[in-house]
């Protein structure tokens, strides 16, 4: 008789309890941690919403501006009296008299020196240089009446977008009550209107909130921008290639490449205390020059752009220099004719970055003085100049209220130039991309 022998098989690793409760606390983990990066991404896009949603509501006003139709009697008496169309008698002449003449008119009732002043408030200072402008390049003008839009003052202006509320106390308030009423009589008349801000980015910096403009800091921009892509672009490039293909490996490159990383870390106003010492103090170059800011600039992407110079040479298959050598190519021709063309979408890359950088940077600027008043453009590399980040630190600081919606447009087109310099970025990266 044969016995029935029964074999107890023990279940396989994979399938005991002990195994899976490890595995659902990796799934659990695994779960967390996705909840986490979620969560951060979120908290990151909700925090950078919260900026620019802050930024666009305090500066999207500044970009319409109220204006005054005024019927200006261009007085020959006042502003050519000697009948010669001298340039310097027109303009001399009181132009400030023509605007407030016609302001008045609209008032006949007002008669009291001290209402009269206070009408006057409510029209810019810069009325009188606009209809000196309208003069001088047409003095065919002269002996007309012809209606033209002047801009009211900053006050009158934030009152009429309702940063100015109406419901306090007179006290509390830059519009007094007649003021107010003023306005309101000459709204209902339709003499004041809102129009696109042509004069924000049409002007220069003024002290007057109404008439400051971003032109000067704009052309400050691309000329000092234009100085470092001159100094910083063959300068890194030339290095990245000769580190990466020709140097020999030895201490003293490995010294140049920490050098070079470190220097990407070095805060960036140390720059500008270099720039003030060497190019101001040691060579005498003059303060507020784009060259100086464009080269201090430079200093600052140099090593950004040596990086990614490096890495995007690094990135081209050794087979490509293979292939090269082995036709008979010179290693400068494999550089030149082969490694630099397949590496050049990854250079640009870098380099477009670099320079967005730079155009984002003010404390260099500020230590080698590029933080002065310019009304006047810019025409030259030695032409006192300030740029846009500069313009938006010297807004900020102004006391009054209409500059800081000004600051926050300065802002909104500086981002613009941010985002469309990373959009160029990646469009160059994504055409001449190529996958190995």
Do not use: C
Request: hydrophobic letters at 50%.
């Amino acid at each position: 008789m044969t016995d029935i022998v029964t074999e107890t098989r023990t279940a396989p690793m994979y399938q005991s309890e002990v195994f899976a409760a490890r595995l659902r606390k990796r799934y659990a983990a695994e779960r967390r941690f996705q909840i986490f990066g979620i969560t951060a991404i979120a908290l990151a896009l909700g925090m950078l919403a919260i900026l620019l949603g802050s930024i666009v509501s305090k500066g999207y006003t500044a970009f319409y501006q109220h204006e005054i139709a005024l019927e200006i009697f261009f007085d020959p008496q006042e502003i050519d009296p000697t009948g010669q169309r001298d340039p310097a008698v027109l303009s001399g002449a009181n132009y400030a008299v023509l605007a407030r003449a016609a302001l008045q008119a609209h008032f006949p009732e007002v008669q009291s020196r001290n209402d009269k002043r206070r009408l006057n408030e409510l029209l810019s200072s810069g009325a009188a240089f606009e209809l000196r402008e309208l003069v001088m390049g047409d003095p065919s003008a002269i002996g007309t009446r012809r209606t033209v839009r002047l801009p009211v003052s900053d006050d009158a202006d934030q009152f009429l977008k309702g940063y100015i509320p109406r419901d306090v106390p007179e006290s509390e308030r830059q519009v007094g009550d007649q003021q107010v009423q003023w306005i309101d009589k000459l709204t209902e008349a339709g003499a004041i209107r809102a129009g696109f801000n042509w004069r924000l980015f049409m002007n220069g910096d003024s002290r007057e909130p109404e008439l400051a403009g971003l032109w000067a800091g704009l052309i400050g921009s691309l000329i000092t921008l234009g100085v470092t892509i001159s100094f910083a672009v063959p300068v890194g490039i030339s290095t990245a290639v000769y580190l990466e293909e020709f140097a020999p490996k030895n201490r003293w490159t490995d010294l140049i490449e920490v050098n070079i990383n470190n220097l990407a870390a070095v805060p960036s106003i140390v720059f500008g205390l270099l720039g003030l010492a060497v190019f101001l103090n040691f060579f005498g170059m003059p303060r507020s020059a784009p060259l100086v800011g464009g080269i201090v600039l430079g200093l600052i992407v140099l090593p950004t752009i040596i990086i990614a110079g490096r890495a995007a040479l690094k990135a081209v298959p050794p087979s490509i220099r293979e292939a090269a050598l082995g036709v008979g190519a010179s290693p400068l021709q494999v550089v030149t004719h082969h490694v630099l063309p397949l590496a050049m979408p990854g250079i640009m890359t870098g380099t477009i970055i670099g320079m967005a950088h730079a155009l984002g940077e003010t404390a260099p600027l500020l230590m080698i003085g590029m933080v002065a008043f310019i009304v006047d453009t810019p025409t030259g590399l030695m032409d006192a100049a300030t740029v846009l980040p500069v313009q938006v630190y010297m807004w900020a600081d102004s006391p009054e209220r209409a500059f800081v919606e000004r600051s926050s447009a300065a802002i909104m087109v500086l981002l613009a130039f941010l985002i469309a310099m990373n959009a160029i970025a990646v469009i160059v990266r994504k055409k001449f991309e190529r996958r190995w």
